[in-house]
Structure formats: structure tokens, C-alpha cells
């Protein structure tokens, strides 16, 4: 086989075994460069930081890239310097432009982390955890210009779901798998054995989520409500306002319980939770603007008249 110069482009952690599985396919694949999201400042003390794959790419001692966008010209010419014969891409951010996806020789391939054309978009897993998907998996595809409408070049086997995952955690077990699948796949892509399959009928797509889409909705029946609190964690967080501050629910569980007032806090028997257009939210983490978290029963110790309150408020 001949040298497959490959360009990585990903930044956080979650890709980082990504990378680990294209430099796990030996000397006849370099990888020529590595593109990941220019450092930022992060956490309360504003420090910057750089991104988890950028780290780790500098332990292996690869040339790293991190352009705020793609589009110039000078980035165009700098990626064609590069002589890549194959980009892989793993939760990068950014769409690629044309001379990205076309001037390699076997193009541009992408880990995704939902069984495609099942939730195409930014934020698959969230969508995975909130839709109450019994299960899901990892795809490899070969980019074109549509959003993850490219053809297949692999897909795992469904991974079963048992409604207790979280975003953070199932991301890193899907892109940990799509490692595998990619390590297995492109050696036999570029040889011509791995023909790439159109992706076929009942594709969904999953729009860019923003802090908006974290507003609790309490006429939604507590079983939606308690995947969102799993899904949009950590971005953008599940909450609701308590007297005019952010009260973000944490984690919560599903209780039933009739004729209740949607928004409206209540304690029975001890258990503390709010009302829903169905069952109870039971709150069991959760913390208020400014504030560290804290259990429900702790929060209502130090909270009077909490209970009782309609929310938002």
C-alpha cells in the first residue's frame, strides 16, 4: 500500500482516541498535520487553554494548526501545502470548505457519533439521549457539503441504551468506538474494498443547540424533562428562573403522581420535586445562580418558601 498522508482535524477529548487509532496504522500514515480550535480562555479564572487533541498532539510531536476559520485563501493554500491524501475528522466545529473535502485523494472522512442518517447535525448524542433512542452507535463517513450527508463507509452495531446516560459520558463511549470502527475501515477504504453506501431513507437533523433550548418546560411531561436534564448536560444545562435567578436541575428522576400543577414545587412524603403537564420531576442535584450545588433537601434547609413556589418565578 502506498503512504496515506492524512491531516487530522478535532479538538476535544472526545477525538483524541480518534487521532490514537490513525497514528496506530503505522509509518505508511503519517499524519501531516493536525487542525484543532485555537486556544481560549477557561473557567472562573478566564485561563487560556488549549484543546485536549492540540495537547496531546504535541506530546507526539506533530505540527499543529489551529485557524479561527478555513475559508481564507491563505489557510486554503496553507492546508494544499500540506499534500494531505486523506483528512479525518473527529468533532472539529468547523465546516470545511470545498479544497478540503475534494483535493485529497480519498477525500474527507468523518467519525460520527449516532447510526446514521439518524440525528445528522451538531449535537447527535444530546438528541440521542432526549429523543429516549433505545439505542444508538458510531459512523464513518466520507464527507461531501450537506451536513453528515455523506455516504457510509462503516457503521457499528447498535449499542444498547438503559435511560440513565448523560451526555459527557456517552459521547466518549461512541467516539471511543468510531476509533475502532475508523482503524478497521480505512485501511480497506483506501484499497478499494470499502466501497462507501448511501445513507438511505429517515434521516433527522439536529439544529445547533443555544442556552434558550435549556429553559425547563413545565407543561412537558416529566419523562421528557428528566432527558433533558441527561442530554444538555453540560451545555446548555436545564433550568428555570426562582425568584428571578437561574435555578439549574441538575439530576433528577421521574416519580408518578396525578393532578399536579405544572411548575408548582411540592414535597410529598419527604420527596421534593416539581409538578409536570405528567408525574413529578424529583429533584435530586441542583443549584441557584451563584451558588454551589447542593441535594433538594439541602437546597429547601437553606430555602424557605421554596416549596410551594410556583416556577419560573
Do not use: C
Not at 272 to 297: I, Y
Request: hydrophobic letters at 45%; aromatic letters at 6%.
Amino acid at each position: 500500500m502506498d503512504t496515506v498522508r492524512v491531516v487530522f482535524m478535532g479538538s476535544p477529548q472526545v477525538a483524541v482516541p480518534v487521532l490514537e487509532a490513525v497514528l496506530g496504522l503505522g509509518s505508511g500514515w503519517p499524519v501531516v498535520g493536525v487542525y484543532t480550535a485555537p486556544d481560549r480562555p477557561a473557567g472562573r479564572g478566564r485561563e487560556v487553554k488549549s484543546a485536549p487533541v492540540k495537547a496531546f498532539a504535541q506530546t507526539r510531536g506533530l505540527d499543529v494548526l489551529s485557524p479561527a476559520r478555513l475559508k481564507a485563501e491563505v489557510e486554503i493554500e496553507r492546508f494544499e501545502a500540506l499534500g494531505a491524501d486523506l483528512v479525518v475528522l473527529a468533532a472539529y466545529g468547523l465546516l470545511l470548505p470545498k479544497p478540503f473535502l475534494e483535493g485529497p485523494r480519498f477525500g474527507a472522512v468523518n467519525v460520527h457519533p449516532s447510526l446514521l442518517p439518524r440525528h445528522r447535525g451538531a449535537a447527535p448524542v444530546a438528541a440521542t439521549i432526549l429523543a429516549g433512542d433505545p439505542a444508538t452507535g458510531a459512523s464513518v463517513i466520507v464527507m461531501d457539503e450537506g451536513l453528515d450527508t455523506g455516504p457510509v463507509l462503516a457503521r457499528s452495531a447498535p449499542v444498547a441504551l438503559d435511560g440513565t446516560e448523560r451526555t459527557p459520558g456517552l459521547t466518549a463511549r461512541l467516539f471511543a468506538l468510531g476509533a475502532g470502527l475508523l482503524a478497521e475501515v480505512l485501511p480497506r477504504y483506501v484499497a478499494g474494498e470499502a466501497p462507501p453506501q448511501r445513507q438511505g431513507e429517515g434521516a433527522t437533523l439536529v439544529k445547533r443547540l443555544s442556552k434558550a433550548d435549556g429553559d425547563l418546560d413545565w407543561s412537558q411531561p416529566a419523562a421528557v424533562l428528566e432527558r433533558q436534564v441527561r442530554a444538555y448536560d453540560p451545555w446548555p444545562g436545564s433550568a428555570t428562573t426562582w425568584r428571578g435567578a437561574r435555578f439549574e436541575v441538575l439530576d433528577a428522576e421521574v416519580a408518578a403522581a396525578p393532578g399536579l400543577v405544572p411548575g408548582r414545587v411540592t414535597d410529598l412524603d419527604g420527596v421534593v420535586g416539581v409538578g409536570t403537564g405528567e408525574g413529578l420531576l424529583v429533584l435530586r442535584s441542583v443549584r441557584l445562580a451563584g451558588r454551589p450545588a447542593a441535594t433538594a433537601a439541602e437546597f429547601v434547609r437553606g430555602h424557605r418558601g421554596f416549596v410551594g413556589a410556583t416556577l419560573p418565578s
